[in-house]
């Protein structure tokens, strides 16, 4: 097995396990602040994995700048549906409310919203890697 490949093995388990870990979480009615933060990164580890399956070369680890790559290549190219950009954005944007602003409420119905997105773009993800 190439390097390539195991970063990429590597990063699509890691976004599998984690959205595992937020349905169980959802399941188990932890917090759902934690439940959003691993229905999140279930997604940014899913883009990072299309990143190495598509040779996207990435020069940053900002959130921000791994969202504006993934838009550039995958959504104004026309590889994927803006649709997937616009969640990513939403959970990007809920994720850091929910980490970082001070008395942000955050309910089941939020969580559970975040959960089924994540379900969505890693599909749309495995989908658009079996293109490549």
Not at 4 to 27: C, G, H, P, V
Not at 51 to 78: L, M, P, Q, R
Not at 119 to 126: D, E, R, S, Y
Request: glycine residues 2%.
């Amino acid at each position: 097995m190439t390097d390539k490949q195991t970063l990429f093995s590597y990063r699509i388990r890691q976004a599998e396990e984690t959205l595992l870990d937020a349905e169980k979480m959802f399941q188990d009615n932890l917090s759902p602040r934690s439940i959003i933060n691993r229905a999140y990164y279930a997604m940014f580890y899913a883009v990072l994995a299309l990143f190495i399956s598509w040779d996207v070369t990435v020069k940053t680890s900002k959130h921000t700048g791994i969202i504006s790559i993934f838009d550039k290549e995958f959504v104004h190219a026309g590889k994927i549906d803006k649709y997937y950009s616009k969640i990513l954005h939403r959970m990007f944007d809920v994720r850091q409310e929910g980490d970082y602003r001070e008395l942000v409420e955050l309910s089941r119905d939020d969580a559970a919203q975040c959960v089924e997105h994540a379900k969505t773009f890693l599909n749309a993800v495995k989908e658009l890697i079996a293109k490549s």
